[in-house]
């Protein structure tokens, strides 16, 4: 794994007597992108703001290359606020400049690279359109130029597909892999999941303001249990039920979804398969980071 770049470590954080966040410990490491999901009010947007330092944590600590995250880190992150921080009255490319000046580029490059953004990000028709005045979408593009303006070294962004147009999603997704492929670490939160497979190294799922599972999505989708996939169009609907070490998860027609126990052999099942007719399908089911999702989100009881 990379050199650990951003590192949330045991960070904790009370509203009240809300407890948004128990301890939560993770690292993205340079050149990764982290995918974050979690159910609604899991604590995303808390640790987010609490390691850009906008928001103090109780106890933890937020380090960037070793170091806590302070006022002359924080200029280094471009960050898309679940919020969204914009000036609804500024123009579009005004409002930009002007973001790129504040975290210190000089007037010439801070206008270069808002006229790069505005042009990659599909905003060059908007450039001298007032903020409020654009659609949802294009106020979207709009904050994660705001976000990207200023050439960060680190990328955090909340919900950055939320709202966004298939193609938008698209040029949304190819950023986020370029600045990767440039060694920036990138975090962002989404509950699209299909989109967080897609697209990230890694995925961190948490549940009631902890992390429960981190890992690589392709690992995370073949470890566990072991599942399989049959489709058996002459199988009476109970054939499976009293093989030994044999779970029917679900049946839909003539598919069925098992669960093997540890030890049991796959090959002494596919037999028995066999033997109920033809055999259409024999696959190992790798469950998608959906399914993963809510097996974690409604394993346990929410502290
Ligand atoms: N300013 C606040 N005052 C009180 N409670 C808060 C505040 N902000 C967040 N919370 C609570 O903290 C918990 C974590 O909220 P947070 O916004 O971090 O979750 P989230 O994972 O980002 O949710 P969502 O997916 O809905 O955006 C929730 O129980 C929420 O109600």
């Keep these: 794994m990379a050199e650990a770049v951003l590192e949330i470590d045991r960070v904790s954080k009370r509203y009240g007597e809300v407890v948004a966040l128990r301890e939560m410990t993770f690292s993205i490491g340079a050149g990764e992108l982290f995918g974050f999901v ?9 640790t987010m703001r609490i390691a850009l330092g906008v928001l103090a944590a109780d106890s933890g600590e937020v380090r960037w290359n070793g170091r806590p995250v302070d006022f002359e880190t924080r200029r280094n992150i471009g960050y898309m606020p679940e919020e969204r921080g914009l000036y609804p009255k500024m ?3 005004e409002q930009l400049v002007y973001l790129a000046e504040l975290h210190g580029l000089s007037s010439k490059g801070a206008r270069k690279a808002a006229e790069e953004w505005t042009e990659r990000l599909g905003l060059a028709p908007r450039r001298d359109e007032e903020v409020q005045k654009l659609s949802l979408g294009n106020q979207q593009r709009v904050q994660l ?8 070294e680190v990328l955090v962004l909340d919900e950055p597909f939320s709202g966004l147009d298939p193609v938008a999603v698209d040029v949304m997704s190819q950023v986020l892999r370029e600045k990767c492929a440039a060694g920036v670490p990138v975090m ?3 509950h699209q999941l299909d989109l967080v497979e897609r697209l990230c190294d890694r995925v961190g799922i948490i549940r009631s303001g902890q992390m429960v599972v981190n890992g690589k999505v392709s690992e995370l989708r073949t470890g566990g249990s072991d599942r399989y996939l049959l489709d058996l169009p002459y199988a009476p609907a109970d054939w499976a039920r009293e093989l030994p070490g044999v779970t ?3 049946v839909d027609g003539s598919r069925f979804l098992i669960e093997l126990a540890p030890g049991t052999d796959s090959q002494t099942v596919l037999a028995a398969a066999v033997r109920t007719g033809e055999v259409r399908e024999f696959s190992p089911h790798r469950p998608t980071l959906t399914e993963l999702f809510r097996n974690v989100v409604t394993e346990g009881t929410p502290a």
């Design 145 to 152: 130029a705001a976000a990207l303006v200023h050439d960060p």
């Design 91 to 93: 123009k579009v490319l």
């Design 38 to 46: 979690g159910s609604n009010g899991a604590g995303k947007t808390t």
């Design 188 to 190: 962002f939160s989404s």
């Design 248 to 250: 029917e998860l679900s």
